[in-house]
């Protein structure tokens, strides 16, 4: 098992990127931790050091993007929702593509504490029309979709961690990701474990687990919220007939959020939301944080029995 | 100071202060080592300025930390949480044990400096840019109240590119907020590199003065210079004062000074001992 941080996708990502001249990196104090120093090494005279400035950053990003640049801003996921609507109404609302990767995302980030550790962007950009809305679950699947944006006509918001977890791919299987479309990891039919972002290995764990109970359960990772592969929930809700979703995020309004959404409207079932529930995090390290706030492998466990008990 | 105590301590004995800098520093140096993380370098620069404030100036009671009459102080740059957590522990609101449990799950210290989890932090800090707004609210309901609770608020040099500050400085000037005071660690360093390379500030003294605040400099690691910088604070009183201290990032550890690696980093157990042997 190879342990990687989603980060470091980012900056390998950039690093490939830097083939069309016209991506250029914007880095507001952070760029070590985003891992965009990684591309400042390289290119330089191609990345713009704003200082801590997010507000601007996402600005001076949407100016660049409409003379011909593309731009790829960086900074801790929170700090994107410093300027959040400098992204509304200077970026989504005219549909610039600004590519923006908010790094440290959820509170798995760990001893910094609860002012770092945001539980609310995905939430709050997939509420924004326009925006695609990113959060993969290992180094190379971020590396893959990460380059995949520069095809895309509208502005984009991508989650990392900054920790290491299990890795979930590897170079051939990464090649299956596309932006937009749900990678079913493991097939079942008893229950659907829908996770995004860190939190897909522990789905993986978790499937082990049900199988020795004789429970199969299909393993999905949503690495894009938005748009959400609707037709991905159909199919689990036809296979499976009931869901558990995993985010290292509030359980108001974002993977859950949009599954249970899709679902309601559809094909109602079942559904267990596993995430942070409504309550700030604290300091302390990553796995342990998560167990505490109601993330750990016997919650999801449980999760997964009870939304089985009420099909 | 105690809250019986009105005004600076004049009578404030400097080598005393220099011994309690020197005790806060190896308590800095060991919190981020046990914790393998935490910011060294902007707590060392600023901890001379947050002796001699603590020790001869502000109102305030380990007794009651609450208690409504107390001075504020706001430390915006959150990160320098190890520096507060130390004089904290020197001003009987925190223990050792206390100070073991920074960044540690449950713990009271916290990554960041947070009013919730820990008696006599009075803001919540960790996203840079936010205490100079909150302090102006804090002096404004001081005059309201026809009190003479001071606030005082200390900010990075960094900081000072967040956009927010400037909203704050021009609106405390407007409002000719004399209870404000302000100090600046400028120690040059931010988190990527130094502040010359990542985002230069030409003239700081000269953008306080611009945004009609009154302005002085001071070496902040000079004790006596700051006493008599802190005497300046307090005489000014028609509008919000500044106090520009220049400092050196990582300063009484040799390795980390002006040493932008150990903005955001531990020493390692090695590194930990000769900081140690260097602060005794
Ligand atoms: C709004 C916001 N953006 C980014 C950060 C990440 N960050 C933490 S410390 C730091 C550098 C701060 O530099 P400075 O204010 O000079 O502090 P000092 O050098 O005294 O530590 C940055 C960018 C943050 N905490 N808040």
Request: net charge negative.
């Amino acid at each position: 098992m190879t342990l990687a941080a989603s980060r470091d996708g980012y900056g390998a990502a950039l690093l490939k990127l830097a083939e069309d001249p016209k991506v250029v990196v914007i880095e507001a104090d952070l760029g070590k931790s985003t891992k965009s120093q990684m591309f400042r090494k390289e290119y330089p005279e191609r990345t713009i050091s704003l200082g801590i400035s997010e507000q601007n950053m996402m600005l001076v990003s949407a100016g660049l993007a409409t003379s011909g640049y593309k731009p790829f801003a960086s900074t801790f996921a929170i700090f994107t929702e410093r300027g959040f609507e400098q992204v509304r109404n200077g970026i989504a609302r005219p549909n610039i593509p600004v590519h923006i990767c908010g790094s440290h995302g959820g509170i798995h980030t760990g001893t910094d504490g609860s002012s770092a550790q945001s539980i609310e962007d995905l939430a709050i950009y997939r509420s924004l029309p326009n925006m695609i809305v990113l959060h993969p679950s290992d180094d190379l699947s971020t590396e893959y979709l990460t380059t995949q944006l520069l095809e895309m006509d509208s502005p984009s918001y991508t989650r990392t961690a900054r920790n290491k977890t299990p890795r979930i791919y590897d170079s051939e299987t990464v090649k299956e990701l596309r932006i937009g479309k749900a990678e079913l990891l493991e097939d079942g039919d008893d229950v659907a474990i829908i996770a995004c972002g860190v939190m897909v290995s522990r789905a993986l764990e978790v499937s082990k687990i049900l199988a020795e109970e004789n429970i199969s359960a299909a393993v999905i990772d949503m690495h894009t919220i938005k748009p959400l592969d609707g037709e991905m929930i159909d199919y689990l809700a036809k296979t499976c007939g009931c869901f558990v979703t995993i985010e290292d995020h509030s359980i108001i309004g974002g993977l859950g959020g949009a599954v249970s959404e899709h679902l309601s409207s559809n094909l109602p079932c079942p559904i267990e939301r596993i995430g942070v529930n409504d309550h700030f995090g604290e300091s302390g390290q990553g796995d342990e944080l998560l167990d505490k706030y109601g993330m750990g492998i016997q919650d999801i466990v449980n999760a997964a029995r009870s939304a089985i008990a009420r099909k | 100071m105690t809250k019986d105590a009105g005004g600076i301590n004049h009578l404030a004995d400097i080598d005393e202060l220099r011994s309690i800098a020197t005790r806060c520093r190896r308590e800095i140096v060991k919190m981020t080592h046990r914790a393998s993380a935490g910011h060294p370098g902007g707590s060392l620069s600023a901890i001379d300025i947050l002796v001699a404030l603590y020790k001869t100036r502000l109102r305030i009671d380990p007794n009651e930390p609450d208690y409504p009459e107390r001075d504020r102080f706001i430390m915006s740059k959150g990160h320098a949480s190890p520096a507060i957590y130390a004089i904290l522990n020197v001003m009987g609101f925190l223990t050792v044990s206390d100070l073991n449990s920074y960044r540690i799950m449950g713990g009271i210290c916290q990554g960041h400096v947070d009013m919730k989890w820990t008696p006599g932090v009075d803001f919540s800090a960790g996203s840079l840019g936010m205490g100079l707004s909150f302090g102006l609210g804090v002096a404004l309901a001081s005059r309201m109240d026809n009190s003479d609770r001071a606030a005082f608020v200390m900010l990075g040099d960094g900081e000072l590119q967040e956009g927010q500050i400037w909203e704050a400085a021009m609106a405390a000037a407007h409002h000719e907020v004399g209870n404000l005071k302000v100090i600046v660690d400028c120690n040059r360093i931010q988190n990527d590199d130094f502040m010359e390379k990542q985002l230069r500030l030409f003239d700081i003294p000269a953008m306080w003065k611009g945004f009609g605040w009154a302005v002085r400099e001071c070496d902040g690691h000079d004790f006596n210079e700051i006493i008599s910088s802190i005497e300046w604070l307090d005489s000014v009183k028609d509008r919000p004062a500044v106090l520009i201290a220049n400092t050196v990032k990582g300063k009484g550890v040799s390795f980390m000074e002006d040493n932008p690696a150990f903005h955001g980093a531990a020493p390692n157990d090695e590194q930990l001992l000769q900081a140690l042997e260097e602060l005794s």
